[in-house]
Nanobody, 117 residues
């Protein structure tokens, strides 16, 4: 699967951004999709996951501020980010994962999110 991430940018602390991840195939056939981020000098970390049934998981660091959602008609996964903090600054990557089928695995190209204080 090919993934195209968009929506990053520069925002002041306390602001909001919405990231989008458009998939090249039906996301209802992809068991799990998610958002990860990588800040300079740090390892890539999980931000949020959503499965094909709509269940979600958010990292403790973003819980209550970020929300992952999906639109099966548009084959797009979103990450709504509110109350942004400077420590949210990172390159954000979308991911598709399937334990059983390599056709449903992949990474998007990344989109930069910069939060100024």
């Amino acid at each position: 699967v090919q993934l195209q991430a968009s929506g990053g940018g520069l925002v002041q602390a306390g602001g909001s951004l919405r990231l989008s991840c458009a998939a090249s195939r039906s996301i209802s056939s992809i068991p799990v999709m998610g958002w990860y981020r990588q800040a300079p000098g740090k390892a890539r970390e999980l931000v949020a996951l959503i499965n094909s049934g709509g269940a979600t998981h958010h990292a403790d660091s973003v819980k209550g501020r970020f929300t992952i959602s999906s639109d099966n008609v548009k084959n797009t996964v979103y990450l709504q980010m509110n109350s942004l903090k400077p420590e949210d600054t990172a390159v954000y990557y979308c991911n598709a994962n399937s334990p059983l089928d390599a056709r449903f695995r992949g990474w998007g190209q990344g989109t930069q999110v910069t939060v100024s204080s």
